[in-house]
């Protein structure tokens, strides 16, 4: 009876002893999986810190790109406004130069029987296209326009504008629309004299 005990008891002893062992292991493996599943964190990257990086790369890599852009075409701009500006301040001591002229002559307009006003108005939109045109230069296109186009349809102010906006001079301007060098220089010999007459006679 004793020995029956004793095995039963050892028995008992031995199952709960399993049991403890058995649940110790299970606890055992959830943790070595909790462990595993932290153990990948280290090996990749870092919540947040892999992205955050790769936009700071891209970042720096645009920034460059459009940084060079932006000197690029700020100096492209600066260029063309830079031209601009001359153009724009020329255009402006040419009117300036008229308004003298003008001014202290009033026959250069009256003489051709034109209102000084259109005159100036016309030049200055002449200055759009071509801000080095002198207004001595304008008022010789007008004053040949008159002296020629009656007999020469294609000898207008507007041509002869064209010519020197091209960069021609007037007498090369009427030789390309149909003059010969010999009435080129008498055309332009007779323009000069009726614009200084024009100054001379107040």
């Known amino acids: 009876m004793k020995r029956t005990l004793l095995s039963a008891s050892f028995v ?10 058995g649940a110790s292991a299970q606890g055992r493996g959830h943790g070595g999986g ?3 599943g932290r153990g990948a964190s280290p090996g990749g990257p870092p919540s947040g810190v892999g992205v955050d990086r790769g936009l700071g790369r ?14 690029n075409a700020s100096t492209r701009s600066n260029g063309r406004s830079d031209a601009g500006l001359e153009r724009a301040r020329i255009a402006s001591q040419n009117l300036h130069d008229a308004d003298n002229d003008l001014r202290h002559h009033p026959n250069i307009a009256s003489d051709m029987h034109v209102n ?3 005159l100036r108005a016309g030049y200055q939109t002449a200055l759009q296209t071509n801000p080095n045109l002198t207004f001595g230069n304008y008022v010789a296109a007008t004053r ?15 041509a002869i504008l064209a010519g020197l906006a091209n960069g021609d001079s007037i007498g090369k301007t ?27 006679n107040r």
Do not use: Y
């Open 12 to 21: 008992a002893v031995a199952l709960a002893f399993a049991f403890t062992n």
């Open 34 to 36: 909790n462990g595993g």
């Open 58 to 71: 891209s970042s720096d890599s645009s920034m460059g790109r459009s940084d060079e852009g932006r000197d």
């Open 116 to 118: 000084a006003n259109a």
């Open 144 to 158: 040949l326009a008159k002296n020629l186009g009656g007999r020469n349809p294609a000898i207008t102010r507007d």
């Open 174 to 200: 009427l030789r390309n629309l149909g003059l010969t060098d010999d009435e080129a220089k008498a055309a332009k010999k007779r323009v000069e004299n009726q614009i200084k007459d024009s100054k001379n």
